[in-house]
């Protein structure tokens, strides 16, 4: 069950409207690494959880700030389309000022929102539930909540170089804090588990049953050796169960493939089968 605040998680006031700005910060809102796929991702993850109690509340809080992060970035984009001019393009090209706003805002910002946020990116596509992942197995899934804060914060970086409007870069200073509390957080986790499952998920998985003689073989088919020096081409691996191996440019273990010829109701292009080949099967 969820209970709806009035207030703000924290502040989201602009010092001035913005309509370009407001198309560049939807890409933390409805982008693939913005506020409501984290939302989303978290929610699911913690809806499908099975196992220890604190995860799934680690992941349901979680989830419910990133609502409160939506409601204060879509506050934000709709308080800077505050007074946006909508007028004719035969005006804008007579103002400088306004031909470059109505050049550079969404025109959705006006046409379908009616000066409010959209679940789109700032290229305007539509959010969609396949940014989100929600495996089962908490280890992968952290590692994708630590890979989607990652991404989210350096966004918001971004965003903050971008603008000098001391309201905006305020919220952004919030958000870019809790992408550092989250970071953590699911880093914290992350370091947790491994500690019971070792570092490659599935743990569940026997070993026996992959082949092991290439468990831990790293090819480099670059064309150069520069990875040759890193961590991961030699010495012991970071499970601690092999020792890693460079191999430059491998053999390939299989052998060149040939299909069996289509039937003629698909109708492919038909081939001759060349008499010194073998037969194909």
């Not at 959880?49 to 680690?58: A, M, N, P, Q, W």
Request: charged letters at 20%; hydrophobic letters at 40%.
């Amino acid at each position: 069950m969820f209970y709806h605040v009035k207030n703000l998680q924290y502040n989201a006031k602009p010092t001035r409207p913005d309509a370009v700005y407001a198309k560049k910060l939807q890409e933390i809102l409805g982008g693939h690494f913005g506020e409501i796929s984290v939302a989303m991702q978290y929610l699911f993850q913690g809806w499908n959880s099975r196992g220890d109690e604190k995860y799934r509340d680690l992941l349901l809080a979680t989830g419910t700030e990133e609502l409160a992060h939506v409601e204060m970035l879509a506050t934000m984009i709709a308080r800077l389309l505050n007074d946006a001019p909508i007028g004719d393009q035969e005006l804008a090209a007579k103002d400088p000022v306004i031909g470059a706003v109505l050049g550079g805002m969404n025109p959705q910002h006006v046409i379908v929102s009616g000066l409010g946020s959209l679940p789109v990116d700032s290229a305007g596509n539509p959010w969609t539930a396949s940014y989100i992942g929600a495996s089962g197995n908490l280890l992968a899934d952290f590692r994708a909540n630590l890979t989607a804060e990652s991404m989210g914060r350096l966004q918001a970086v971004r965003l903050y170089e971008m603008t000098t409007d001391p309201g905006v870069k305020d919220m952004l200073s919030w958000l870019i804090a809790r992408d550092t509390m989250h970071q953590n957080q699911w880093y914290a986790a992350i370091c947790e588990l491994e500690e019971k499952e070792n570092i490659v998920v599935p743990s569940t998985f026997p070993r026996s049953l992959e082949k092991q003689a290439v468990s831990y073989e790293y090819y480099d088919l670059s064309g150069g050796t520069a990875s040759k020096e890193g961590r991961w081409a030699h010495g012991p691996s970071m499970d601690g169960l092999g020792q890693f191996q460079y191999v430059h440019n491998p053999e390939p273990f299989g052998k060149k493939p040939r299909l069996k010829p289509a039937p003629l109701y698909v109708h492919d292009t038909v081939l001759p089968n060349p008499p010194h080949m073998p037969p194909m099967y």
